[in-house]
């Protein structure tokens, strides 16, 4: 074992910094769940979660998206100098978690299905604007 005890008597200093940000309120998953066991409509999945961040065209008619995320990070650094050398270690961790819940209806407003999850792994597939047949 190493022991380093004696870096405690150089000149030196360390900080350590923590900080969180979130915004939007999670959305529970059995209020999805509710949804789509009673065939819900746009106005009834309107009422039970609130404005969507997002509408977003689909093929069979359109999602409603809404997403939040918690981050907590945490800094450490260490700089000191030994011999008229300066030393520094930095070490940041951070964690970004955007997940979110989609609302997929048919053309009509009533909903088809619910997607929980990462946002990005849930939308995968809907992020491009389907392809219309125009006719002459």
Known sequence: MIRLWWL??????????????SLNEPIKPVAVSQLTEKE?????????LGAPNELWETP???????????????????????????LRFDYTSTNLDLRG?????????KLLRARVGRLAVITQDLRKRPVRVVSD
């Open 40 to 48: 819900a409509g746009l106005q009834d999945c309107l009422n039970r």
């Open 8 to 21: 405690l008597l150089l000149p030196s200093c360390v900080s350590f910094e923590y900080s969180r940000q």
């Open 60 to 86: 069979e008619g359109f999602a409603a998206v809404y997403g939040w995320y918690d981050q907590g990070a945490w800094n450490l650094t260490a700089s000191a100098n030994i011999r008229s050398v300066p």
């Open 101 to 109: 819940v989609v609302l997929l209806f048919d053309r009509d407003a």
